[in-house]
């Protein structure tokens, strides 16, 4: 079995200050790692996925991902967190063995000006 | 644009009407899927196809019916839908439904049933 810990379902901060959206996961062998995000009214958007290798992994916008297997965390960082990054992010895990994405509840991010 | 699109956009639909959704996806993936999104609830993956067939049917109402009729197209069939079943409707298509190939997702059908 997998599944996916969101913890917040809310994250708000300032513009221009780091933002963080944690992850924890649970899968039974080596798990594949993704994040999304979701604007309004809009599907979701790939932002960036560990498969393997470094554990730091870099994706769009400017958002990166640290994987943590000790920790079984993936979280999503962004250094200057934007107005326009304001939205609802996805965390998603899949066991290697398995085919199924299995995604977090979600949490949204405000960033105010 | 994600190379994924999704018609209609939006459906309201009573108990007794039979609709269907469209799913075109451009990018040349092997793969696609449906997944259910309620409000503050996990993505639900409905199913998955894989060059045409079905991989998976996550235990789905058997109201819906999905279609593949080439690895491009995804229809999901509905029919006696319940109020419940209002939700945004996501189709997804990603390379290969295995290894670490990230999907694509539409925009979605926002359904309501009335």
């Known amino acids: 079995a997998q599944s996916v810990a969101q913890p917040e379902d809310q994250v708000n901060v300032a513009e221009g200050n780091p933002l963080t959206v944690k992850c924890t996961y649970s899968v039974s062998g080596n798990p594949y790692l993704f994040w999304y995000v979701q604007y309004p009214n809009r599907g979701l958007q790939f932002l960036l996925k560990y498969i393997t290798g470094d554990n730091l992994v870099k994706g769009s916008y400017g958002f990166e991902a640290e994987f943590n297997k000790s920790q079984t965390s993936f979280h999503l960082k962004k250094p200057s967190a934007l107005v326009s990054d304001s939205a609802l992010y996805f965390c998603?895990?899949?066991?290697?063995?398995?085919?199924?994405?299995?995604f977090g509840a979600g949490t949204t991010v405000t960033v105010r000006a | 644009e994600t190379g994924v699109t999704q018609t209609p956009r939006h459906l309201v639909m009573g108990m007794t009407n039979k609709k269907s959704l469209k799913c075109e996806q451009h990018l040349g993936h092997n793969a696609m899927y449906w997944y259910k999104q309620s409000a503050k609830k996990p993505l639900e993956l409905m199913f998955v196809y894989s060059l045409e067939e079905r991989v998976e049917n996550n235990s789905v109402p058997s109201r819906f019916s999905p279609e593949c009729p080439n690895s491009s197209h995804l229809f999901l069939h509905l029919h006696t839908l319940q109020p419940e079943d209002s939700a945004l409707y996501l189709c997804?298509?990603?390379?290969?439904?295995?290894?670490?190939?990230?999907?694509?997702f539409g925009p979605g059908t926002r359904l309501t049933v009335t």
């Open positions: 997804a298509s990603s390379e290969s439904w295995t290894g670490g190939y990230e999907q694509y």
């Open positions: 998603a895990v899949r066991d290697r063995d398995d085919y199924k994405l299995s």
